[in-house]
């Protein structure tokens, strides 16, 4: 017995060798059902490890803003967070969230950054517009809507939406995180920006009674890929109290890489985009069935 157990050991250390001693790092891709890579979220306790290595890696990014070397009429944001993470191909996404007052997340801004997690080389994202009071982009109001499939591309989509400001009359944005092999993750690009504008807010010269938008990202020509449906609609009065209405539809949807926009739809299409739009929707002109 104890000649066997001898034996078993030196054939356990021979193949322990030729494995490789080194431990190797967490694993963060997610293989689906049918064996293909996947992108996923990261969990701040489930996924531990990555998540503080993360953290300690945008070290720098994640300091307090040093006043003394703000602009004038700059604020000064003092807290600073990892507000998401999520991966495809050991490429990291990694959204910072920065807060001016501890408790209260209104003035919350948000930017982005594509991050290697074998290589350590991180590169932020930029949007467009560029908020010139600030030295990156400044996405307000951010929030993930879902993962999209575009065109024919190894991960989805991540789409989100954003404000380019606050406590003004802010345009409202739709964008997408993109993966490239090459570059990892990058702006997508929306016809000649890289953003798609929803709606910008009116200015009280504008004369605005009502401003509404609706937009859903789904399948719309049965192709297999995403498209994004945008209803927008704004109703004016002018000096005389007459009243205008412009009310358009649009289809969004991928072309060489690039998501373009389509005004020219047929009635039949119109009138279905904007009966699913407002399916869901508690705007006044869905329940007038305008």
Request: charge should be negative; aromatic fraction near 12%; hydrophobic fraction near 35%.
């Amino acid at each position: 017995m104890k000649r066997f157990g001898t034996v078993t050991w030196v054939v356990g250390m021979i193949l322990l060798i030729a494995c490789g001693c080194q431990r190797s790092g967490p694993n963060p891709v997610q293989q689906g059902a049918n064996g293909q890579e996947q992108f996923r979220w990261f969990d701040s306790s489930r996924d531990s490890e990555i998540w503080n290595r993360v953290q300690t890696a945008f070290g720098q990014e994640l300091k307090p803003d040093d006043p003394a070397k703000l602009k004038p009429h700059q604020a000064a944001y003092k807290y600073k967070y990892l507000n998401q993470i999520g991966v495809f191909r050991e490429v990291a996404l990694v959204i910072l969230r920065h807060r001016l007052i501890e408790t209260d997340p209104y003035d919350d801004w948000f930017n982005s950054y594509s991050y290697d997690l074998r290589s350590g080389i991180k590169k932020e994202i930029f949007f467009e517009p560029r908020n010139e009071s600030w030295d990156s982009d400044g996405l307000y109001g951010f929030s993930i809507v879902k993962l999209a499939q575009f065109e024919q591309s190894v991960t989805p989509d991540v789409v989100f939406t954003y404000a380019d400001c606050s406590e003004c009359e802010e345009g409202h944005f739709l964008a997408s995180f993109k993966y490239d092999s090459d570059k990892g993750w990058t702006a997508r690009q929306w016809d000649n920006r890289m953003s798609l504008l929803l709606m910008e807010t009116p200015t009280p010269d504008d004369n605005a009674l009502s401003f509404d938008y609706l937009f859903k990202i789904k399948d719309w020509n049965g192709d297999g890929l995403d498209e994004v449906a945008v209803r927008r609609r704004t109703v004016t009065q002018d000096e005389r109290h007459k009243q205008a209405v412009d009310d358009s539809t649009m289809l969004y949807k991928a072309e060489n890489g690039t998501i373009v926009g389509h005004r020219m739809l047929t009635q039949k299409e119109r009138e279905s985009i904007k009966a699913e739009l407002c399916n869901d929707s508690n705007l006044s002109f869905c329940r007038a069935g305008e």
